[in-house]
């Protein structure tokens, strides 16, 4: 049975207590840590320690305070497997999906958080439906039930942004819609993949664990100005332009690429050395933000190999920049026809 020690008995480790009493969890819970535990001795029947009096112990830490470097720093100098939140726990707990997204149901309540009960999918567990109900969870965010194609499970999908391309997100594995897209051609596609050469440019999000977990030819780059072209990184990365990759001809059999077409100088040259480095029958599969009804349109140009801005900067997320990565070109409804051509 895994044993558990909450960090933390003030206000926020005595919710966490609840909580496991709400479930008949308590039994799980083997002691709480505080550094005021001579004045707390005790929760209930649960013991209240110092941190030097657990250490020796091989349990599971759920810390109940705030986000602290000095606890971060110490668990991992100690060892100790660790959860930053209850969320975290209640992800990778021993207990059937649907016992999961009830609790994390019970926890979001908790968190004052409201969820939009309209729409959950009919395949979802009954019990579950009833249990968002039971807890008036409503409006202020998008829930949908359904099957993560990420981590392979039963899940509901939560967004509390409208831009739900970036936003709607898996309770478990936190990906988002267009991760959990590329899931499923490359299933549909390419079943094969997991014994398959892979190469991904710049990637992230929670497909970038699954591939390096699962496919042992998976590889993948980022692209530093800094850097020498090819430079390595650590074990399997590179330093690579997708413009003038270094690659050698048909060198894998899928190229990834996601979200990244649309920062590229040269977006031509990019596809043609994709294409170059992949095998007869490869596959490039990637996501770019496309905008049906407007027209392609070029952000930059280009003079003497350098940048210029000719519409006001726009910034997406960028796993290797805290700026971002700086858009280049806004894809309009032509984008495929451009790209088969």
């Known amino acids: ?202 990637p992230s999000g929670s497909n970038f664990n699954t591939f390096k977990q699962q496919c042992k030819d998976y590889s993948y780059s980022y692209w530093y100005n800094s850097k020498a072209l090819g430079e390595p990184l650590g074990k399997n990365v590179t330093n690579q332009n997708l413009e003038e990759l270094l690659f050698e001809n048909e060198s894998f059999d899928i190229f990834i690429t996601q979200d990244v077409l649309e920062h590229v100088d040269y977006p031509k040259k990019a596809l043609i050395e994709i294409n170059r480095v992949l095998k007869v029958g490869g596959v490039h599969i990637f996501t770019t933000p496309i905008y049906p009804f407007a027209k392609t349109r070029a952000r930059i140009e280009m003079k003497g190999g350098f940048r210029k801005s000719i519409l006001p900067e726009i910034y997406h997320e960028n796993p290797i920049c805290g700026k971002g990565a700086l858009v280049t070109y806004d894809w309009g409804g032509i984008f495929l026809r451009w790209w088969m051509n």
């Open 1 to 202: 049975m895994e044993q558990i020690i909450i960090y933390g008995a003030g206000k926020i480790g005595k919710q966490y207590y609840d909580f496991f009493k709400l479930y008949h969890m308590e039994n799980l819970i083997f002691a709480f840590c505080d550094r005021n535990y001579k004045l707390i001795d005790k929760i209930d029947s649960i013991p209240v320690y110092a941190y030097g009096q657990l250490r020796n112990k091989e349990l599971t830490f759920i810390i109940a305070v705030a986000e602290d470097e000095d606890i971060r720093k110490r668990l991992c100098e100690d060892g100790k497997s660790y959860y930053n939140n209850l969320a975290s726990w209640i992800k990778d707990c021993h207990r059937d999906d649907s016992e999961r997204i009830r609790m994390w149901l019970t926890y979001k309540k908790w968190e004052n958080i409201m969820v939009e009960t309209e729409g959950i999918l009919d395949n979802l567990d009954k019990e579950i439906h009833g249990a968002v109900q039971e807890l008036g969870l409503d409006e202020a965010v998008k829930v949908y039930g359904g099957f993560c194609s990420c981590c392979m499970r039963k899940t509901i999908f939560v967004s509390h942004h409208y831009w739900l391309r970036d936003h709607y997100k898996c309770i478990f594995c936190n990906s988002i819609p267009r991760q959990r897209a590329l899931m499923r051609v490359l299933e549909k596609e390419m079943p094969e993949w997991r014994k398959m050469k892979i190469h991904e440019s710049s």
